[in-house]
C-alpha cells in the first residue's frame, strides 16, 4: 500500500483572508499564474494548495500583488511557525476586544441608563474626550480592518473589511460632525454613535478570536497524523546502536525499534518479532504480528517486543508522509456545493453594498424625521450585519473536520467531490478476491475415509503437493504447516496442469487432484458424492486424495470471506444500498458467495476489461455507483464508477484509480464512509441553511422593513453581536463532526 499525493503541489499559508469574497481573489491571482494548473484555497484554515510548475516565489509574489500576504509551508518546522502565529493573533484578538470593551461597555451602559450628556453646549466637555479616545479605539482595535479595507480598494475588491469599515468609521464621523456642527441636523437628530462604533469593534474582534479558537480544533486529525512520527530514530551502524534525527535516516539502514516505541519510517522487519499497532493508519484495533518479512510502517506503535528492520521509504515517501498529504489535499479541495458557495460569496459583499446604498438613499428620501439619524443607524446596521464569513466558512470547515474523521477511522478520501457523492451512492458493486474474500485460499475441511485421520490426509497431501505452483497446493502446504506436521518425501512427482498431481509417497502411489483427474486413473470418488451440496454452499473446491487406488480423503479449499463481510452487506442495505458482486470466477462459486453474505445481485465470469462497461450499464440504469476492488483489473472500474473505493491492501494502480482509499482493508470501511459522507454533507446543508436565513432575515431587518408595520428598528450593536456568533455558530457546528461515530457492524 502506498498513497501517493499529487507530484507537484505547493502549500501557502495565506495571511490578510478576512472573508470568503477574499478566497475568489486568492483564487483567481493564483490561476493567473503561468504554470498553474489548479489552486484552491482553504478559507478556513487560510492555506492554499497550489498544483502545477510554477516557482513558490512567484506564487507569493502573485498573492502580494493582490493585496494579501503569502508563505510557503513546506516543513514541520513551517506548520509550527503559522500555529505560533495563529496562537499570538487569537491573543492580540482578545487583547484588542478587551480594550474596546473598555471604553465602550461604560458608554453602553450609560446610554441605556440615560445618564450622557446631550452632544453639545456643557456636553462637550465629555464627548470630546470620547471622541478621541473611540478614535484611539478604532485605531488600535480595528486598525486591520481599515488597512483590510484600503487594499481591497486598492485592488478593486470588497471584503468583509469594506463593510465594517464603511460602518464603524461611518459612525465615526457623523458623531464627530455632530460635535462639531451641530446646527447640520435637528436638535431630535443630535444622536452620536461613539460607544456603536467601539462596541462593534469589541463584538466582531472577540468573535474573530473564537472563530480562530474553534477553527484550530478543526485540524486536529492532522495534528495527530503529523505527532505519530518521531523526532528521532535509533540505527545501527557500524554494529553499534545510535538515535539520530529522523531526517538523518537513509534507505537500507537497519533500525532497532523497542517495546512502546513508534517506528520511524517504513521498512522490511530482518530479525526478532512483534506486535505491531496500526489502529491510527488502518482503523483496525487488533495489533498485527510482525515477524521477519513483514512490512511495517511508520507511525506505528511498537507494543511487544524487539525487532530490527530494513528502511525502505523515507521522508516524504513513506506511507505516514503520503497520508498526510492526501488528507490536506481532500482538506483543501471544494465538492460542487462549496464551488457554488465561493461563487456567491464573490459576489456577496458588493451585493450588500448595494443594498446599503438602496437603504441610505430610501431613508434619506422617505423616512421619518430626523432622517439623519434613521439613515445612519441603518445604513451602518446594514453593513455591519451581513456577514460573508459564516457563508465561506460553512462548507470548508465540514469538509475539514470530516475528512480528518474519516481519516482517523482509517480512510483516506482524495477530494471533496468523492466525500459529497458517497452520500448519494445507490448501488455498490464489490469484487470478490481481495475484496469479499480474504484472497488467499485456504484449506475449510478435511473429510476422510473410514480408518484415515485428517493429519494423513494433510500430510499426504502435502507430500504430493510440495512439488506444484497451483494456488491450491500453497493451501494445502500451509494447511501442513498449521497443524505443525512435518511435509513427507515424495519422488517420482508428475502433473497435469489444472487438474492434479501424483508422487511416490513412503512407498505408496499418491494421487491429489479433481474428482476427473482421479476417475481418469480409475479412482471411484462415489464416497464422497454427497459432501457436493455442502461444498458448493461454501464455494469450496474439493481436491480428493487417493492412495494406491483408493479414495481416501477430501480436502475443501476455499478463499474464505472476511470476517465483516456479511455484516457489511447487511449495513449497506441498512443505508439503502443494492450490492452486487462482480467477479471473474466462475457463476456457481460467485452466487455460493452471494448466498452466503445476502448480496442482491450477482455478474459473474466477466473478463478484467469488461467490469467497467458492466458499472456503466449500471449507472445507465440509474444507478449511483460505487466500486469497491483491490486489483488491477479493478482499476478500470474504480475510475469509472461514481466513487471509487480502494482496497488499501491492494495494488497501487488500484489505490490510484480510486477516489476513497480503505486502508484497513475491511469492508466496513466502505459503510463508514458512506456514514461520514451524509453526516459531513448534512452538515454543511446545516451550516449553509444557518449563514443564507442569518442574512435573509438580518440585512432586511437592519434596513429597516419591520419599521413601517411595527416601529422595529435593530440596533448596530445587535447586529455586531450577530454577526460575531453567525461565524462561531457554524464552526461549532463543522467541530461536531469531531466526535461522530460510526456504528458498529453486528455479527
Not at 455632530?178 to 436638535?187: D, E, G, K, R
Not at 459529497?420 to 478435511?446: E, F, H, N, W, Y
Amino acid at each position: 500500500m502506498s498513497p501517493q499525493a499529487p507530484a507537484k503541489s505547493t502549500r501557502l499559508s495565506i495571511g490578510g483572508m478576512s472573508c470568503a469574497g477574499c478566497v475568489a481573489t486568492v483564487e483567481g491571482a493564483l490561476r493567473g499564474v503561468p504554470g498553474v494548473v489548479a489552486a484552491n484555497v482553504n478559507f478556513a484554515e487560510h492555506t492554499a494548495l497550489v498544483q502545477g510548475e510554477a516557482d513558490v516565489a512567484t506564487l507569493v509574489a502573485a498573492v502580494r500583488a493582490a493585496g494579501y500576504d503569502a508563505a510557503q509551508l513546506k516543513s514541520a518546522a513551517d506548520e509550527q511557525e503559522k500555529e505560533a502565529a495563529e496562537l499570538r493573533h487569537y491573543r492580540a484578538l482578545l487583547r484588542k476586544s478587551v480594550v474596546a470593551g473598555a471604553i465602550g461597555a461604560p458608554l453602553f451602559v450609560m446610554g441605556i441608563a440615560g445618564a450622557m450628556p446631550m452632544p453639545g453646549g456643557n456636553g462637550l466637555w465629555f464627548w470630546w474626550p470620547v471622541c478621541i479616545a473611540s478614535l484611539l479605539v478604532l485605531y488600535y482595535s480595528g486598525g486591520r480592518f481599515y488597512s483590510g479595507a484600503w487594499q481591497s480598494f486598492r485592488n478593486h475588491n470588497a471584503n468583509m473589511d469594506t463593510l465594517i469599515a464603511l460602518g464603524t468609521g461611518a459612525a465615526w464621523l457623523y458623531s464627530t460632525a455632530i460635535l462639531l456642527y451641530p446646527q447640520l441636523v435637528p436638535a431630535q437628530a443630535r444622536h452620536v454613535y461613539f460607544e456603536a462604533a467601539v462596541i462593534i469593534i469589541a463584538l466582531i474582534n472577540f468573535g474573530s478570536a473564537l472563530e480562530m479558537r474553534a477553527r484550530g480544533k478543526t485540524s486536529q486529525a492532522i495534528k495527530r497524523l503529523i505527532g505519530l512520527q518521531p523526532r528521532t530514530a535509533r540505527v545501527v551502524r557500524d554494529g553499534v546502536e545510535q538515535d539520530v534525527p529522523i531526517d538523518s535516516v537513509g534507505l537500507d539502514e537497519t533500525l532497532r525499534v523497542r517495546p512502546g516505541e513508534k517506528l520511524p519510517v517504513d521498512g522490511v522487519v530482518i530479525d526478532g518479532q512483534s506486535s505491531v499497532d496500526e489502529s491510527m493508519l488502518t482503523g483496525e484495533p487488533m495489533p498485527v504480528n510482525k515477524v521477519a518479512g513483514s512490512a511495517v510502517t511508520g507511525g506505528t506503535l511498537n507494543v511487544s517486543g524487539s525487532f530490527l528492520y530494513r528502511a525502505t521509504r523515507i521522508g516524504e515517501d513513506t506511507a505516514l508522509a503520503r497520508i498526510i498529504a492526501l488528507v490536506r489535499q481532500a482538506q483543501n479541495s471544494k465538492p460542487a456545493i462549496g464551488r457554488l458557495v465561493d461563487r456567491i460569496a464573490a459576489v456577496f459583499v458588493p451585493g450588500v453594498l448595494i443594498i446599503a446604498l438602496l437603504t441610505f438613499m430610501a431613508w434619506l428620501n422617505f423616512g421619518p424625521a430626523p432622517q439623519a439619524s434613521y439613515t445612519l443607524v441603518t445604513t451602518m446596521t446594514v453593513l455591519i450585519i451581513a456577514c460573508p464569513c459564516a457563508l465561506g466558512l460553512a462548507t470548508p470547515i465540514s469538509i475539514m473536520v470530516g475528512v480528518g474523521r474519516a481519516a482517523e477511522q482509517g480512510i483516506l478520501i482524495r477530494n471533496g467531490d468523492a466525500l459529497q457523492r458517497a452520500g448519494d451512492l445507490s448501488c455498490v458493486v464489490l469484487d470478490k478476491t481481495g475484496t469479499v474474500t480474504m484472497g488467499k485460499p485456504a484449506v475449510i475441511a478435511v473429510h476422510t475415509a473410514d480408518g484415515w485421520s485428517q493429519a494423513q490426509i494433510v500430510d499426504y497431501a502435502a507430500a504430493v503437493e510440495r512439488g506444484s505452483e497451483h494456488p491450491l497446493a500453497a493451501a494445502i502446504l500451509q494447511e501442513a504447516q498449521r497443524r505443525g506436521g512435518v511435509v513427507l518425501d515424495s519422488d517420482n512427482f508428475s502433473a497435469l496442469a489444472g487438474h492434479g498431481a501424483a508422487a511416490e509417497v513412503q512407498g505408496r502411489r499418491v494421487m491429489c487432484g479433481s474428482a476427473r483427474y482421479l476417475q481418469g486413473a480409475g479412482v471411484e470418488t462415489q464416497v464422497f458424492a454427497g459432501l457436493q451440496a455442502q461444498l458448493s454452499a461454501q464455494a469450496a473446491t474439493p481436491v480428493y486424495l487417493a492412495v494406491d487406488g483408493v479414495a481416501v480423503g477430501l480436502l475443501a479449499v476455499a478463499d474464505p470471506v472476511k470476517a465483516d463481510a456479511a455484516a457489511a452487506v447487511r449495513m449497506m442495505h441498512a443505508q439503502g444500498l443494492q450490492v452486487v458482486l462482480l467477479t471473474g470466477d466462475v457463476r456457481a462459486t460467485a452466487e455460493a458467495v452471494a448466498a452466503q453474505l445476502g448480496i442482491d445481485q450477482v455478474i459473474a465470469e466477466v473478463l478484467p476489461q469488461d467490469k467497467a462497461q458492466h458499472v456503466a450499464r449500471l449507472q445507465q440504469a440509474g444507478a449511483v455507483v460505487g466500486m469497491v476492488g483491490d486489483g488491477i483489473n479493478d482499476a478500470p472500474a474504480l475510475a469509472r464508477a461514481d466513487v471509487g473505493f480502494a482496497i488499501g491492501t491492494g495494488t497501487d494502480v488500484a489505490i490510484e484509480s480510486a477516489d476513497v482509499t480503505l486502508m484497513g482493508g475491511a469492508l466496513r470501511g466502505v459503510v463508514d464512509a458512506i456514514d461520514i459522507s451524509r453526516a459531513t454533507v448534512r452538515n454543511i446543508q446545516q451550516n449553509l441553511f444557518g449563514a443564507f436565513i442569518y442574512n435573509a432575515l438580518g440585512i432586511p431587518v437592519a434596513a429597516g422593513v419591520l419599521y413601517p408595520s411595527w416601529g422595529i428598528l435593530l440596533d448596530p450593536v445587535l447586529a455586531g453581536a450577530a454577526m460575531a456568533l453567525s461565524s462561531v455558530t457554524v464552526v461549532s457546528n463543522a467541530n461536531r463532526l469531531r466526535w461522530y461515530k460510526v456504528r458498529s457492524l453486528a455479527p
